[in-house]
């Protein structure tokens, strides 16, 4: 069992529809990532939160918003998505952002469907 | 610009025959080194990390993986492979690049096939 819990599992949605993906850990990690994974590729960075405020976005589309109510929860909010768009999207956490030299740890994914 | 490199895209071992599975890095500060396994339909798994101290780094599962600073490589290694471990394994490297604030830079990745 991963330590950092995503949901749902998997999410098929048109393209004019608005959801959301939600990650949670409880280890107390202050920095959150959000990563895009296409198949057999290595996980593309998109946003990093440190101490709930976004230090890092990856000149990523604006129909990606991400945000993080708080230290244990971070979402992203989906809305007028491309076919291009589907893929494993993956969130992380890591004691500190920055400098640090503590692993990230990942939850399982959401398999992202774009009709 | 900070880089890391698995020169392989798959590697295939018989059941308890030793594994390695290379990764080359390239960076202009201090290396702190990271390999994760990716299982079907799963997230990454981190397996063992190099920050400083001994060339010689033990993981989870049986795994270890050694520091060469000369070579600038940090191998994954197995004595005896299962076929359970069959799966991706990646390599990453602390970026240390101006604005990047230490986020990792992944390899391409290894897909680790151990036959019975």
């Known amino acids: 069992d991963t330590e950092v819990t995503q949901t749902p599992k998997h999410l098929v949605m048109g393209m004019t529809n608005k959801k959301s993906l939600k990650c949670e850990q409880h280890?107390?990690?202050?920095?959150m990532y959000w990563y895009k994974q296409k198949a057999k590729k290595p996980p593309e960075l998109m946003f990093v939160?440190?101490?709930?405020?976004?230090?890092i976005n990856e000149s990523v589309p604006s129909r990606f918003s991400p945000e993080c109510p708080n230290s244990s929860l971070l979402n992203l909010h989906l809305h007028a998505l491309q076919p291009e768009d589907s893929a494993l999207y993956l969130c992380?956490?890591?004691?500190?952002?920055?400098?640090?030299?503590?692993?990230?740890?990942f939850g399982d994914g959401t398999r992202l469907s774009i009709l | 610009a900070q880089s890391v490199a698995q020169p392989e895209d798959q590697v295939n071992v018989a059941e308890g025959n030793p594994l390695t599975v290379k990764c080359t890095y390239s960076?202009?500060?201090?290396?702190?080194l990271f390999w994760y396994v990716q299982y079907p339909n799963r997230g990454l798994q981190f397996l063992l990390k190099?920050?400083?101290?001994d060339n010689l780094v033990k993981g989870s599962y049986g795994f270890e993986a050694e520091f060469n600073k000369s070579q600038t490589s940090f191998h994954l290694k197995k004595p005896s492979a299962l076929v359970s471990d069959s799966a991706l394994y990646f390599c990453?490297?602390?970026?240390w690049g101006g604005g990047s604030q230490g986020n990792l830079i992944f390899g391409k990745g290894t897909k680790l096939s151990v036959k019975p």
């Open positions: 992380a956490s890591s004691q500190e952002g920055g400098l640090g030299n503590q692993p990230q740890h």
């Open positions: 280890m107390g990690h202050r920095a």
């Open positions: 939160y440190s101490y709930e405020k976004l230090s």
């Open positions: 960076v202009s500060g201090n290396p702190y």
């Open positions: 190099y920050i400083t101290g």
């Open positions: 990453a490297v602390r970026d």
